[in-house]
């Protein structure tokens, strides 16, 4: 089977990572600009459209057939960035992913996963988030410092726990300090 995410403004790509799970699904995200078409075998599925001029982050579940099970992204502030940068699926087929976000706010950056809305400093700043194996956000928490985190992994470490991991205070030659959660 074969299906196709075009993405983006003018052509431009959709970023996209992977995992799969035991039943077959496949589950795949990144992030995109504009509107993201989700197709099979030529035929639209589902479509995503940004907001306010965003990047938003997406994730998607394929069935092993190849057919799209759902599809979700992620909400911000006009031009605001979130990218989903790893996922991973869990023992019971829930999955988590980790990213980041940024914004051109001075005082904080905003993102929504659903309900779910974090408000966190500036600069770009990480996020875990845990969405179900029928497509809907469950949770969300960030972590940030002075300066630009990013969250680059994730793994499930037994039934219902999550480990992360990522860069803290790029590039900060000097103190610099940072908070987990909300």
């Not at 990480?126 to 179900?132: D, E, H, K, L, P």
Request: contains cysteine; proline residues 2%; charged residues 15%.
């Amino acid at each position: 089977w074969a299906s196709e995410i075009i993405g983006g403004v003018s052509g431009d790509g959709v970023v996209a990572y992977a995992a799969a799970f035991g039943n077959g699904d496949l589950y795949v995200g990144g992030q995109f600009w504009g509107e993201a078409e989700f197709t099979e075998g030529g035929t639209k599925t589902y479509n995503l459209i940004a907001n306010s001029s965003a990047d938003n982050a997406w994730i998607a579940s394929i069935d092993p057939t190849g057919s799209w099970n759902w599809v979700q992204r992620t909400g911000g502030e006009s031009n605001s960035v979130q990218g989903i940068t790893d996922i991973s699926v869990g023992p019971n087929g829930d999955l988590a992913v980790t990213g980041s976000v940024s914004d051109w706010n001075d005082y904080w950056t905003n993102v929504s996963f659903g309900n779910i809305h974090l408000t966190r400093g500036p600069y770009e700043e990480s996020f875990v988030a845990g969405i179900n194996q029928y497509g809907t956000w469950v949770w969300a928490d960030g972590m940030g410092s002075d300066s630009d985190d990013y969250g680059m992994g994730i793994t499930w470490f037994g039934l219902g726990r999550v480990v992360a991991v990522g860069r803290y205070c790029v590039d900060q030659t000097s103190y610099c300090t940072g908070s987990f959660g909300p």
